[in-house]
């Protein structure tokens, strides 16, 4: 079963391959006709400043900014056709304006956000050729800041901040105002700049931030604070302790939400927004990360309190294995999201990962096969968690489940770690999984008991089975099978019901102490190990013959188990 699982992945792996390979790069179909020359397609020629995609736009831009290269963030502005030292001015004032305004009250959308594709984004409800990179808010007026897809002078295509845009950039600098990071910090603090970023921008920027957070930290602790009682009236105590001590958690990830619009509303310089940005947005995944993993701690904890409660003790092993692999899926996911949201570029990630699942199903089958072990163990119930098993020649009690192999406590109170792979398709002993336990033993009474005497022995042994609440009435018997030697043999046979081995140990001595009163009030008694030694001795015999032969007599032992 588990070669037929390992086949069926390697060939899922496969076929996610080779799908992520002809989704993630596009190809052109080209039909040859009969006698026709084949003519490859001239590519098209490439922006030099990167501008092929929306994303590449907003890239180069806040590249420009932050190095205040104003002339170059100029070449990013679709202007109006006029002489080149003219468009040039008009293109400094305008990108100086422009950051400006966007330091003022204005937002760019983040970066990993943006389309990548030369097309743009076709579905943000923008028409063809047009993507939304951002917006500028002075007073009631709102001013999108649009990217247009346009032709080049050297048949290309490249995307501008279009001219909807910058016609009405300069309107809106002359009504609007200087932000509260320019008039309350000290002056001094802003000719300082740090990656062309403003000393006192980021002092108050850090200010805010910390400042937002401790805000939804104390909301949180007089939240937790006044539905106290109403949670120990209602027998919820418990659930309330464990959410306040998720409450750093929980405060983090509103605080990061409510940061980016806090920062802009007091004048934070637009580039050093950009870059708080993705450091939020990975803060916003791992602290959500964390909470979905304390939600999965704390269902997996009363589901298995509750399994447990209710004897359903095979469901614990599935309940760990489903906590880890949960657990995985949630870092597998948070490792996604964070590229994404630093901008990393997805596609070709997940086309290395299609690749790359050919080598892991190919180069990782002892791994696969250990995790589909793992897989059978706990969906078959072979072994639980403490239940004590027989694998091969160890004898021990499995402590753990995992992933990839299971541990057993030996007798000699070592661990003994097994890959699931080999331990799955191995022969396996259960012996917590027995409902009763075997009791047989053999009764040898001495020669010359009588009849009366052995009718009374099986008739007071029998009486024992019958009356004792643990033993399973449809097996029971007790029958005098041999006359070996002339020794009596009373076999005693019967299952007992009990918990675990020392239980079936405390019942059996119990049974055995009444089963000899029975064999005293009877008047008979077991049969003692004796030798019996006769020699004789032949007159006629020469001097020289072999010595008289020995005969032996050896009784069975007291309780004879089979």
Known sequence: MISIALRALQGILLCSAILLALFATPAKAQISLPGAKSVAAEPAPRDPYGRDTPRGLLTGYIQALTAKNYERAGDYLDLPESSESFRSARGIRLSRELEQLLDRGGSLVDTWRVSALPEGDTADGQKQGIDLLGKITVGATSLPILAERIETANGGHAWLISQQTTSQISELFAKSRAGMADTMMPSSSLKIEIFSIPLGHAALALALMLATWGFFAIFLALLFRSLGRTVR????????????????????????????????????????????????????????????????????????????????????????????????????????????????????????????????????????????????????????????????????????????????????????????????????????????????????????????????????????????????????????????????????????????WAEFLMHQENLILRIMDVIEHAGATLAAPTQDLRISRDEAAPATSAPPPIAEAIQPSLFEEK
């Open 233 to 500: 009236a209602a027998g919820f105590q418990k659930h309330l302790s464990e959410a306040r001590a998720a409450r750093i958690s929980l405060a983090a990830i509103p605080a990061a939400l409510a940061v980016e619009p806090v920062l802009e509303f007091a004048g934070i310089s637009v580039i050093l927004r950009g870059m708080i940005a993705p450091a939020l947005n990975v803060a916003i995944w791992i602290f959500a990360a964390r909470i979905v993993v304390a939600i999965i701690d704390y269902l997996s904890t009363r589901a298995m309190a509750r399994a447990q409660a209710l004897g359903h003790v095979g469901s614990i092993s599935f309940l760990l294995l489903a906590r880890r692999a949960a657990k995985l899926t949630v870092l597998f996911l948070l490792l996604l999201a964070s590229l994404s949201a630093i901008g990393v570029d997805m596609t070709a990630g997940l086309t290395a990962l299609g690749i790359g699942g050919i080598a892991i199903a190919l180069g990782s089958q002892k791994t696969i096969e250990h995790f589909v072990g793992s897989l059978s163990v706990v969906a078959d119930r072979v072994v639980r968690i403490g239940d004590f098993c027989r694998f091969g020649t160890l004898l021990g009690t499995v402590e753990d489940i995992g992933i990839r192999s299971t541990r057993i406590r030996t007798l000699d109170r070592t661990v003994v770690t097994v890959p699931n792979g080999i331990f799955s398709s191995a022969e396996i002993e259960n012996y917590t999984a027995r409902d009763k336990f075997f009791f047989r033993h053999y009764l040898c009474l001495r020669p010359g008991t009588t009849r009366h005497q052995i009718i009374a022995c099986l008739e007071g042994v029998r009486e024992i089975l019958e009356k004792e609440e643990r033993i399973d009435q449809e097996t029971r018997r007790a029958r005098l099978v041999s006359l070996d030697m002339a020794t009596p043999k009373i076999e005693v046979y019967a299952y007992v019901f009990a918990a675990d």
